[in-house]
């Protein structure tokens, strides 16, 4: 069975700094490409980042140089860094996973920026 289960997010400050976490069980986790997505309700969905099969990482435009998508193989897991938030960082932040035998989605975890 398929579980994909995020966790990290929270209110913190402008300016501060917040680790996301996807836990990706029941795949195979080194062939699959992660993804990080953000959305807010009646919005568009927005890539944040991406890390592939082969490690490759991608990154939105909006988040380059303050965002570092990372993995850890042994725990299944993958990380998403985020540092000098903004305002603008506030929504809802979905792992999304593609394999081989299909796509799976996270049910998301709320970040708010905020003083």
């Known amino acids: 069975q398929v579980r994909i289960v995020e966790s990290g997010g929270g209110l913190v400050q402008p300016g501060g700094s917040l680790t996301l976490s996807c836990v990706a069980s029941?795949?195979?986790?080194?062939?699959?490409?992660i993804s990080w997505f953000r959305q807010d309700p009646g919005n568009k969905r927005e890539l944040v980042a991406v890390?592939?099969?082969?490690?490759?990482?991608n990154y939105g435009d909006s988040v380059k140089g303050r965002f570092t998508i990372y993995s850890d193989s042994a725990k299944k897991t993958v990380f998403l860094q985020m540092t000098s938030l903004k305002s603008e960082d506030t929504t809802v932040y979905y792992c999304?996973?593609?394999?081989?035998?299909?796509?799976?989605w996270g049910q998301g975890t709320q970040v708010i920026v905020s003083s």
């Open positions: 029941g795949i195979s986790f080194d062939r699959a490409a």
């Open positions: 999304n996973v593609l394999t081989d035998m299909g796509e799976y």
């Open positions: 890390i592939g099969r082969n490690g490759d990482t």
